[in-house]
Structures are given as C-alpha cells and as structure tokens.
C-alpha cells in the first residue's frame, strides 16, 4: 500500500557529507511521520532522526549536531543532511513512515548502504 524508497547512501570518507533521501508513494495521506533508522553488523536498529507532520524533529545522541532532518514540501519526502561523518556512522538507513488511521502502521524502505571509511 505504501513504497519507500531511499537514494543517496554510498562510500564517503571520514568528515565528508552524504545527503540521504527517501520518497514516500501510495496511500500516504495519513502520514504523520517519517524517520531515519540504521543497523550496524552486529548492532540492533537504532533510531538516528524523526520529524513529525508539525515539524518537531527528535536525533540520536550520537548524530545530533551532525545531521538535520527535514521534509519536502509535498510532505511525502524525508531528507537526511549528514556531515562530519565517522567510521561508527557505517550502516544499513533505512527510512520509516508512520500512518496513522484505524491504528497505526509503520512502513519502512529496503536500506540503503553508508560506509564511511578512515
């Protein structure tokens, strides 16, 4: 019912910048959130970056002064601005829209690859 598909993730050496994105398409008028999760080797799927329909965005302790968060104006797409990237930074992003209508449901993109390398 809902696709996500992300773009931008990639090979970026340490202190480089990567721009993720991720567009949202189908029964979307009920989307009250979207977000970037990652998952390192090893490691359980952790949150990076929410922003909600109003625009109250919440970060990862690890990320926050590093990355922003924004929407597109249609509201379907999420935006992940990373800088001053880390070796730790590495992992599968995958993006996660929230809809909410007779309950809630969550809908998340495949991944995509960041290696950020020393």
């Known amino acids: 019912q809902v696709q996500l598909v992300e773009s931008g993730g990639g090979l970026v050496q340490a202190g480089g910048s990567l721009r993720l994105s991720c567009a949202a398409s189908g029964s979307i008028l009920s989307m009250t959130a979207m977000g970037w999760y990652r998952q390192a080797p090893g490691k359980q799927r952790e949150l990076v970056a929410s922003?909600?329909?109003?625009?109250?965005?919440d970060y990862a302790d690890s990320v926050r002064g590093r990355c922003t968060i924004s929407r597109g104006n249609t509201k379907n797409t999420v935006y992940l601005q990373m800088n001053s990237l880390k070796p730790e930074d590495t992992a599968v992003y995958y993006c996660?829209?929230?809809?909410?209508?007779?309950?809630?449901?969550?809908?998340w993109g495949q991944g995509t690859q960041v290696t950020v390398s020393s």
């Open positions: 996660k829209a929230r809809m909410i209508g007779v309950g809630i449901r969550d809908y």
């Open positions: 922003i909600t329909s109003i625009g109250v965005t």
